[in-house]
């Protein structure tokens, strides 16, 4: 009793076991689609745009990206292979103790067997009951008997249960190895595409280095354009507030939205679906918010106040919140911009071509904006996403949806 005890709680922690490393995977699995399916986008909005010059600098920027998804997705195939590793080695005790499990199981039938054999006949067991000195005892044997009958069963079953479970253990183990040996040829393939790109970037490199300074001024007048349309959208903020408070009663802070009922419950339904917000464009960060050193050359930093995001020729903007259409701009180049007021937060639309709403629209969740500007030289589509508290940029990669 005690060793079927034993046999039992270690079959449960074997089981909890794999469970676990199941999860873990599971998750690693998830991650791993993640990056094909982001490996697909740089592909395809990054490498397969059409334009009519290129840039060493920009293209340099997209490799980058692109070398910097593949060696985490390398990273999320080993660490799979790893926990499958980990499942392999289980799986394989696992199967072991079954089958030490299995082979006492037998050698207790078989003996059962063969004694039963040589002291049971039907005359044996009459006997066994009329040599009996009481009714009570006739009684004892009889039960004894079919007990023991019994038991023959239950040990006959648990020799099938066992053998069952030794042939699904086996199945399981071949499908993980058979998965683990095609997530090395996964990795393997990705490490030849990777030095393939290193190549690409290795070249970029030095035909940057050859005509530095001219790069070097291309980068610090897009900087200086991208500071004057950040002080202008402020500007716009800040007075689009001001002509908004007017319109209502009651003392407002220093630039800061002063609210009406209707306003505080937008705001409040807003902060709740922090993390959740759809995306303007479904397409890909190719700039993310803050402060980041240029990955080329040391001592200059960009300072992005929104996401950059790429998408395709044609594609459009869409508001990620209802709100209503605080203020319509034209920026540099005949590039326009959407601000939407959502209480007192406000998210900005930089870059398009083509406005589809007016000032005091009211919009829903996914309403079209616009047409996203596409770059005739670069060939390139980039939405300007900025999110504020009144006139203080926030992160929006903290507020849209975790693709």
């Known amino acids: 009793m005690k060793k079927h005890l034993f046999y039992t709680f270690l079959l449960l922690f074997i089981s909890f076991s794999f469970v676990g490393f199941s999860q873990t995977r599971k998750e690693l699995e998830n991650r791993r689609k ?15 745009t059409e334009k ?17 998804v593949r060696e985490r997705l390398i990273e999320t195939i080993e660490l799979e292979i790893k926990e499958l590793s980990k ?38 067991k009459t006997m066994f009951l009329l040599s009996s000195e009481s009714f009570y005892q006739a009684y004892k044997r009889i039960k ?27 199945d399981s183990l071949t499908k ?42 291309q980068l610090q007048d897009k900087i200086k354009e991208e500071k004057r349309v950040a002080k202008k959208l402020d500007k716009i903020i800040r007075a689009a507030i001001a002509k908004a408070n007017k319109a209502k009663k009651g003392k407002a802070k220093k630039d800061e939205l002063l609210l009406n009922a209707a306003e505080k419950s937008l705001k409040a ?10 995306w303007p464009l479904n397409g890909l960060i190719t700039r993310k918010f803050g ?18 995001i790429r998408g395709k020729k044609g594609d459009k903007a869409k508001s990620v919140f ?26 900005a639309y930089n870059n398009l071509k083509e406005i589809y709403v007016k000032k005091g629209d009211v919009v829903k969740t996914g309403t079209v904006l616009g047409q996203i500007f596409t770059d005739k030289v670069t060939g390139k589509s980039n939405l300007i996403f900025i999110l504020y508290k009144n006139t203080n940029p926030l992160n929006p990669s903290d507020w849209i949806a975790n693709k």
């Open 87 to 124: 499942e392999i080695k289980q799986n394989e005790k696992k199967i072991t103790s079954y089958n030490k499990n299995l082979t006492a199981l037998k050698a207790d039938y078989a003996d059962m067997v063969f004694k039963s054999y040589k002291s049971k006949s039907h005359q044996s």
């Open 52 to 68: 009519k010059k290129s840039n060493a600098l920009d293209d340099l920027k997209d490799i980058n990206q692109k070398i910097t």
């Open 269 to 278: 339904n807003f902060e709740q679906n922090k993390g959740r917000l759809p």
């Open 176 to 217: 993980k190895k058979d998965e683990k040996k095609r997530l090395i040829g996964q990795e393997k393939k990705q490490q030849d595409y990777i030095e393939g790109d290193k190549k690409n970037q290795e070249d970029l490199v030095s035909q940057i280095k050859k005509q530095e300074s001219k790069y070097k001024k």
């Open 144 to 170: 004894y008997i079919e007990q023991y009958k019994d038991f023959r069963k239950k040990q006959g079953e648990k020799i099938i249960t066992q053998t069952n479970l030794i042939e699904k253990s086996n």
């Open 34 to 48: 993640k990056l094909n399916r982001e490996i697909e986008k740089v592909n395809t909005l990054l490498f397969k």
């Open 322 to 347: 209802n709100g209503k259409v605080l203020a319509i701009q034209l920026l540099s180049k005949g590039r326009k911009s959407v601000l939407i007021q959502h209480g007192d937060y406000i998210t």
């Open 291 to 308: 402060v980041q050193p240029h990955p080329t050359f040391k001592g200059i930093s960009i300072n992005s106040t929104g996401l950059h």
